[in-house]
């Protein structure tokens, strides 16, 4: 099975809003809506930050929201802030019961 | 308070083995499906496998389908990777995860993970 495509790196100053994209297939994000963002930042384990294309787990803030159109989905992240800085995965399920995740952005504040 | 901690990480030759456990606390570990996933060095990360919560079903990443078994003891609360045949590309951080949801309803996104034990396929 493919990854998911993501752009390599994005960033965006203190304050200001930046999106991240993930690209799939009709056969991945195109059909489901299980569509997650995970948060990793250096030495820590990832974060779920977005599941179900835009539901947030309790504790993660606002500040994060996610979106699909068509067979790409979005992360948001607004007010950054410096302690965003690290790296973004994207993932989806993509039938059969199996996950697939995205290549992974770097965010730079 | 939820945790998940991996153990049996370490250094194998290509071709041996290694089984990796999982346990769990702080959580009805039983009632979740649980999730393996991995990251080579300088790389993303890469889903493994899945198994239901009950145990009935377990199902794979194709890299590692046929290698690699996932299963599990709702007695115990504990997790486990068999990896067999093991390749330099095996060498990663593999992570335990909770599964989002419980019992039949997955979301398949995980929200807890343990830090990850460190497997290093070297001859």
């Known amino acids: 099975q493919s990854t998911l495509t993501q752009v390599p790196s994005a960033s965006g100053s203190p304050g200001q809003s930046v999106t991240i994209s993930c690209t799939g297939t009709?056969?991945?994000?195109?059909?489901?809506?299980?569509v997650s963002w995970y948060q990793h930042l250096p030495g820590k384990p990832p974060k779920l930050i977005i599941y179900?294309?835009?539901k947030r787990p309790s504790g993660v803030p606002s500040r994060f929201s996610g979106s699909k159109s068509g067979n790409t989905a979005s992360l948001t992240v607004s007010e950054l802030q410096a302690e965003d800085e690290g790296d973004y995965y994207c993932?989806?399920?993509?039938?059969?019961?199996?996950?697939?995740f995205g290549g992974g952005t770097r965010l730079t504040v | 308070q939820v945790q998940l901690v991996e153990s049996g990480g370490g250094v194998v030759q290509p071709g041996k083995s290694l089984k990796l456990s999982c346990a769990a606390s702080?959580?009805?570990?039983?009632?979740?499906?649980m999730h393996w996933v991995r990251q080579a060095p300088g790389k993303g990360l890469e889903w493994l496998a899945v198994?239901?919560?009950?145990?009935?079903?377990?199902y794979y990443a194709g890299s590692v389908k046929g290698r690699f078994t996932i299963s599990r003891d709702n007695s115990n609360n504990v997790l486990y990777l068999q990896m067999n045949n093991l390749e330099d590309e095996d060498t990663a951080i593999y992570y335990c995860a909770k599964e989002v949801g419980s019992t039949y309803f997955y979301y398949y996104a995980v929200d807890v993970w343990g830090h990850g034990a460190t497997v290093t396929v070297s001859s």
């Open positions: 198994i239901w919560f009950d145990g009935s079903d377990k």
């Open positions: 179900d294309v835009n």
């Open positions: 009709r056969s991945d994000v195109g059909i489901y809506n299980y």
């Open positions: 702080g959580f009805s570990f039983s009632n979740f499906a």
């Open positions: 993932s989806s399920y993509s039938g059969n019961s199996v996950v697939i």
